[in-house]
């Protein structure tokens, strides 16, 4: 086989269908990042004042929904007086706002997560894609000649 020639078998078929996830992965990554980082935009939600970082920025991207939860929590902090909301009596009047932070900050840190896993799937996809071009391109290398002699004796 020259290597021009097309590749035939299974593994040219295999790299093709890795391409084919790669690509599929690398959308969904990227079109599940869109999608989370506009949902969480519609919130409209403004990092603090006293955040360390990203002050005063709209939150949708991972970074700033992280800046944005760890003010949440040294504010239920704050009000705790350095209890968690478990730790809080029933009767303590702070309990429900505590609550209601820790609720806030766990969604702002599930949207980080789902940033993450949105990125990885994408990476994902682009090796994937990588590998099966690679495949495809190891199917066009002829075989050596000393191979070939030997196969037919």
């Not at 990554?29 to 970082?53: C, F, H, P």
């Not at 980080?112 to 994408?122: I, K, P, Y």
């Given at each position: ?79 705790a007086d350095g209890k968690t909301y478990a730790e809080l009596a029933r009767d303590d009047p702070e309990r429900e706002s505590v609550m209601n932070a820790s609720f806030l900050q766990a969604s702002l840190f ?44």
């Open positions: 086989m020259t290597a021009s020639a097309r590749p035939t078998g299974a593994v040219p078929l295999l790299g093709l269908l890795v391409i084919i996830a790669g690509a599929v992965l690398f959308v969904a990554g990227v079109v599940t990042y869109s999608i989370v980082g506009s949902t969480l935009s519609d919130q409209k939600i403004t990092v603090s004042d006293d955040a360390a970082y990203f002050a005063g920025q709209h939150v949708n991207q991972p970074w700033e929904a992280y800046a944005e939860a760890m003010v949440i929590a040294d504010h239920a902090s704050e009000m599930t949207s980080v997560v789902a940033f993450g896993v949105a990125a990885l799937t994408a990476g994902l996809g682009i090796l994937l894609a990588l590998i099966g071009y690679s495949l495809r391109r190891l199917a066009r290398v002829p075989e050596p000649a000393e191979a070939r002699t030997a196969t037919s004796a």
